[in-house]
């Protein structure tokens, strides 16, 4: 999570959304952040700390969205809200056999599996241009995870 959270710093420092909490963490790490999420468990989270948001009703300076982009059938109508910064984390394939062989193909939870150009020509689409990626995840031992923090082009 601290290495999410100095990611995040090296680009933007206000308030954000982070879509997907998982348990929190990250959220109670970096401060200055809400949550969504479709887990009840986390949505009680959230609700306890007045932490609560819906990212697909209201616009955000930033979103974060880690281990969660490619669980979103229709994306792109979250991605409209986001007004400035978009970070993510997701698996990242070579090609269509990488992804067929990889851990992370999973028909069951993922819509969308995407090569390094993939998802950087689709945001692009979207109106995002790529600022920084690594393989930081990768390298704190997650496998084939990329980390991506996007600016919307104005």
């Not at 100095?6 to 952040?33: K, M, P, W």
């Amino acid at each position: 999570m601290q290495a999410r959270v100095d990611f995040v710093a090296r680009h933007y420092n206000g308030f954000l959304c982070d879509v997907g909490i998982g348990s929190g963490a990250f959220i109670e790490l970096r401060g200055q952040t809400c949550g969504y999420d479709v887990c009840p468990a986390a949505i009680d989270w959230l609700k306890m700390r007045h932490l609560l948001a819906d990212p697909y009703r209201v616009s955000f300076r930033a979103m974060s969205l880690w281990d969660v982009l490619e669980h979103i059938p229709e994306f792109w109508r979250l991605l409209r809200n986001v007004e400035q910064w978009l970070f993510v984390s997701l698996p990242i394939f070579v090609d269509a056999k990488h992804a067929l062989r990889s851990k992370h193909f999973r028909t069951d939870e993922h819509c969308w599996y995407w090569t390094r150009d993939g998802l950087v020509q689709m945001m692009r689409c979207l109106g995002f241009h790529v600022v920084e990626e690594n393989d930081m995840e990768t390298k704190l031992g997650r496998e084939d995870i990329g980390s991506f923090a996007f600016n919307k082009a104005v």
